[in-house]
T-cell receptor
Framework: DGGITQSPKYLFRKEGQNVTLSCEQNLNHDAMYWYRQDPGQGLRLIYYSQIVNDFQKGDIAEGYSVSREKKESFPLTVTSAQKNPTAFYLCASSTGAATNEKLFFGSGTQLSVL | AQRVTQPEKLLSVFKGAPVELKCNYSYSGSPELFWYVQYSRQRLQLLLR??SRESIKGFTADLNKGETSFHLKKPFAQEEDSAMYYCALSPISGGYNKLIFGAGTRLAVHP
């Protein structure tokens, strides 16, 4: 099954710990995104990357960090500075970063705090 | 502020009944609007976008700039339409594909 692979499916974080969520795509897409989904709320943009070695903050970037060293990979680190990390995290990609590009989504990672 | 509002958390209908999933937006310019859908145990995926003026799986959505709405409609609901539906807005300005999502509406179609 090609497309976007997120791992792990479930992740638990201890207080004060940094955790990294993986996102890999084999669609040869330039743009990648991280969204956070909380119950009863829509998806909110954390970070996005239009091209390798470049990324920008979204609406709720505080407490998160990303890297884009390879076109296929866009890992998200939830740092200890993120005080409310429990949420469902979705990674997405698109061929480019134009406003009408279709987004392809991964299956998500549920992060919980122990 | 840019915002997408889906006033109904749950819409429950019987098979064969008409469906209208409401979406209102707040944006000063001319946005691009989309409907994304997530079926049970599947990934979130694009259903349709207003710029394409298409009908997908019998669903249509018309952009009404006067009412700032982009309601999703289907004349006869099917059980397989049961899913979570998200309306999304992409501002024309901004230079990147920043999607603003509504909270979603769960459509339940009963036999």
């Amino acid at each position: 099954d090609g497309g976007i692979t997120q791992s792990p499916k479930y992740l638990f974080r201890k207080e004060g710990q940094n955790v990294t969520l993986s996102c890999e795509q084999n669609l040869n897409h330039d743009a990648m995104y991280w969204y956070r989904q909380d119950p009863g709320q829509g998806l909110r943009l954390i970070y996005y990357s239009q091209i390798v070695n470049d990324f920008q903050k979204g609406d709720i970037a505080e407490g998160y960090s990303v890297s884009r060293e390879k076109k296929e990979s866009f890992p998200l680190t939830v740092t200890s500075a993120q005080k409310n990390p429990t949420a469902f995290y979705l990674c997405a990609s698109s061929t480019g970063a134009a406003t009408n590009e279709k987004l392809f989504f991964g299956s998500g990672t549920q992060l919980s705090v122990l | 502020a840019q915002r997408v509002t889906q006033p109904e958390k749950l819409l429950s209908v019987f098979k064969g009944a008409p469906v209208e999933l409401k979406c209102n937006y707040s944006y000063s310019g001319s946005p691009e609007l989309f409907w994304y859908v997530q079926y049970s145990r599947q990934r979130l995926q694009l259903l349709l976008r207003h710029i394409s003026r298409e009908s997908i799986k019998g669903f249509t959505a018309d952009l009404n700039k006067g009412e700032t709405s982009f309601h999703l409609k289907k004349p006869f609901a099917q059980e397989e339409d049961s899913a979570m539906y998200y309306c999304a807005l992409s501002p024309i300005s901004g230079g990147y594909n920043k999607l603003i999502f509504g909270a979603g509406t769960r459509l339940a179609v009963h036999p």
